[in-house]
T-cell receptor
Framework: EPEVTQTPSHQVTQMGQEVILRCVPI?????FYWYRQILGQKVEFLVS????????KSEIFDDQFSVERPDGSNFTLKIRSTKLEDSAMYFC??????????????FGQGTRLTVV | GENVEQHPSTLSVQEGDSAVIKCTYS??????FPWYKQELGKRPQLIID?????GEKKDQRIAVTLNKTAKHFSLHITETQPEDSAVYFC???????????FGAGTQVVVTP
C-alpha cells in the first residue's frame, strides 16, 4: 500500500537554527499539507499546497515558515530561526484531490522536532 | 473559520461495551467529516468518514452519524476490544483545498 514518508523521524535543533523537514507524498496525489501536533494537543493545520503554490495557510504559518516542492517527489517544510515553541510533531499529508472534494488525506509517520 | 469541539476528552470502557464520541462543528459549509485513530507515537489513520449528503455510515464495528441541522457528528464503536485503545480525532473540512480542522481528541481506554 502506498504511503507518505517523512524524514527525519526525529530532529533536534538549537534555538535560532533553521530546519528542513522532508516528505515524499504518495506519487499520484496532487494536494499536499503540513500539520503539527504539540505533545498532548490536537493536530493543527499549517498549510496546503497545490499546483506548486500555497493554496491556504493558517495563522500559525507565518514568515518563519516556508514550503517547497523542489522536484517531482519531495515536499519540504522549512522553519527559519526555530523557537522553543516550535517543538512538536510535524505531519505531512497528501490527497489525490482536496478533501472538500471528498478524498481521504493520508498522513506520514511524522517528524518529531525538538528545539533546545 | 471552522471550530470543532470534541467530547469526552477521555473514555474508559470495558471490553465488549460500546464507546461513543461526539463532535460539533461551527461552519455549516463543512461537507466532509473524517475520523482518525492515532496510536501512541504513530500517524493518524483514517478509520471512517462521512459526507454531508449522508446521515449514517457503518463499517463493521464502527459507525458514524451526522446531523447537519444540529451540526454534530458521532463515532460509535461496538464490541470494543483492547486494540481499540487509542486517541480518536474527529475533523471537518469546509473547502476544496482540503484543510482539516481537528477536534481536541478522545483518549479511549478499553480494559479487559
Amino acid at each position: 500500500e502506498p504511503e507518505v514518508t517523512q524524514t527525519p523521524s526525529h530532529q533536534v535543533t538549537q534555538m535560532g537554527q533553521e530546519v528542513i523537514l522532508r516528505c515524499v507524498p504518495i506519487s499520484n496525489h496532487l494536494y499536499f499539507y503540513w500539520y503539527r501536533q504539540i505533545l498532548g494537543q490536537k493536530v493543527e493545520f499549517l498549510v496546503s499546497f497545490y499546483n506548486n503554490e500555497i493554496s491556504e495557510k493558517s495563522e500559525i504559518f507565518d514568515d518563519q515558515f516556508s514550503v517547497e516542492r523542489p522536484d517531482g517527489s519531495n515536499f519540504t517544510l522549512k522553519i527559519r530561526s526555530t523557537k522553543l515553541e516550535d517543538s512538536a510533531m510535524y505531519f505531512c499529508a497528501s490527497s489525490f484531490t482536496g478533501t472538500g472534494m471528498n478524498t481521504e488525506a493520508f498522513f506520514g509517520q511524522g517528524t518529531r522536532l525538538t528545539v533546545v | 473559520g471552522e471550530n470543532v469541539e470534541q467530547h469526552p476528552s477521555t473514555l474508559s470502557v470495558q471490553e465488549g461495551d460500546s464507546a461513543v464520541i461526539k463532535c460539533t462543528y461551527s461552519d455549516s459549509a463543512s461537507n466532509y467529516f473524517p475520523w482518525y485513530k492515532q496510536e501512541l507515537g504513530k500517524r493518524p489513520q483514517l478509520i471512517i468518514d462521512i459526507r454531508s449528503n449522508v446521515g449514517e455510515k457503518k463499517d463493521q464495528r464502527i459507525a458514524v452519524t451526522l446531523n447537519k441541522t444540529a451540526k454534530h457528528f458521532s463515532l460509535h464503536i461496538t464490541e470494543t476490544q483492547p486494540e481499540d485503545s487509542a486517541v480518536y480525532f474527529c475533523a471537518a473540512s469546509e473547502d476544496s483545498w482540503g484543510k482539516l480542522q481537528f477536534g481536541a481528541g478522545t483518549q479511549v481506554v478499553v480494559t479487559p
